[in-house]
């Protein structure tokens, strides 16, 4: 299992950029696969970005793309979540996710193994 800790929500204003960062156990962080998700308030939680275990690959959710950008440090065990422009339909808790099995990529929620606790985001216009 892997523990995952989020950092870096917050309040800002429609505009504004917001870093989030989430710190990951283990030694074998570089094999895995680390997607980061959303859930806005009163809804489904849904895909944002994800990122393969060398961090060449990159996918994101058509709503985030050119705004967003998922990046990793494997030296640090951490993935990030660089978020400019935002908007207040971007209002949600975030959340990463690890994929322990396979290289492949994933906006499937059900294919994680691990979550973080989630730290929330709200934009306000």
């Known amino acids: 299992q892997v523990h995952l800790v989020e950092s870096g929500g917050g309040l800002v204003q429609a505009g504004d950029s917001l870093r989030l960062s989430c710190a990951a156990s283990?030694?074998?962080?570089?094999?895995?696969?680390m997607g980061w998700f959303r859930q806005p308030p009163g809804k489904e939680r849904e895909f944002v970005a994800t990122i393969s275990g060398s961090g060449g690959i990159t996918d994101y959710t058509d709503s985030v793309k050119g705004r967003f950008t998922i990046s990793r440090d494997n030296g640090k065990n951490t993935v990030n979540l660089q978020m400019n422009s935002l908007k207040p339909e971007d209002t949600a808790v975030y959340y990463c996710?690890?994929?322990?099995?396979?290289?492949?990529?994933?906006?499937?929620?059900?294919?994680?193994?691990?979550w973080g606790q989630g730290t929330q985001v709200t934009v306000s216009s």
């Open positions: 283990g030694r074998t962080f570089s094999t895995y696969v």
């Open positions: 996710a690890a994929k322990r099995t396979g290289w492949s990529l994933s906006r499937a929620a059900l294919l994680y193994n691990d």
